[in-house]
């Protein structure tokens, strides 16, 4: 079965700091793509970051940066410096190239308080 | 640029009724993806649509069908709403497999409810 975990039902951090939240997920394919979207209360999704399996090489997009470890299918998602514009719910998804679909995890609420 | 767009926001049904929602692609993008999304929920696909036919679906009844023109617009149609139907739906594009990078792009969304 294909599948995404995400072990932290709710999170919090303040302002500034630094937060990690983590990603799990299951699958036998070796070509897939992984992505961190952010849904804000506006219900929006937005691509935050994304991440070529094949790639050693760990994303960072500004103040957001991953943790890609492959061998032990692990994706987790690194906000530095926190800001209350961060508050929403963060969901965890992979997408295989020969299916072109994404497959979320159930998702992360994030809370950054001034 | 303009983005994803889906129409309209919100939506009130009941049950039996028949829905369309409505999406418009990323400019340049020629890839649809439909998926709902249930309360408290991460999103389930749907189905997906390129050159107007429809190229892979997800684990949902034949009451949801779809439609892509040639415009690269997409139409979501659900028939005999059920209660369960109550969701978010979200529509997202990308560029066919191939031609460029692997990421999806989504619109606002389009509320259901089905009372």
């Known amino acids: 079965a294909q599948t995404v975990t995400q072990s932290q039902p709710e999170m919090s951090v303040q302002e500034a700091e630094t937060v990690t939240l983590s990603c799990t997920y299951d699958?036998?394919?070796?070509?897939?793509?992984l992505f961190w979207y952010k849904q804000p209360p506006s219900r929006q999704m937005i691509l935050v970051i994304r991440?070529?399996?094949?790639?050693?090489q760990n994303a960072t997009e500004n103040r957001f940066s991953v943790n890609f470890q492959k061998a032990a299918k692990s994706f987790s998602l690194k906000i530095s410096d926190s800001q209350l514009g961060d508050t929403a719910m963060y969901f965890c998804?992979?997408?295989?190239?020969?299916?072109?679909?994404?497959?979320f995890g159930t998702g992360t609420r994030l809370q950054v308080f001034p | 640029d303009a983005g994803v767009t889906q129409s309209p926001t919100h939506l009130i049904k009941t049950r039996g009724q028949q829905v369309t929602l409505r999406c418009s692609p990323k400019?340049?993008?020629?890839?649809v993806s439909w998926y709902q999304q249930a309360l408290g929920q991460g999103p389930q696909f749907i189905f997906q649509?390129?050159?107007?036919?429809?190229?892979q679906r997800g684990n949902f009844p034949d009451r949801f069908s779809g439609h892509q023109f040639p415009n690269y617009s997409s139409e979501l149609n659900v028939n005999a709403l059920l209660l369960g139907d109550s969701a978010l739906y979200l529509c997202?594009?990308?560029?066919?497999?191939?031609?460029?990078?692997?990421?999806?792009?989504f619109g606002p969304g389009t509320r259901l409810t089905v009372t």
């Open positions: 997202a594009s990308s560029l066919a497999v191939g031609q460029g990078p692997r990421e999806q792009y």
């Open positions: 699958t036998s394919e070796s070509n897939y793509y």
């Open positions: 991440q070529e399996a094949y790639k050693q």
């Open positions: 998804a992979f997408l295989f190239e020969s299916t072109d679909k994404l497959i």
């Open positions: 400019s340049g993008h020629d890839t």
């Open positions: 649509y390129y050159e107007e036919e429809e190229r």
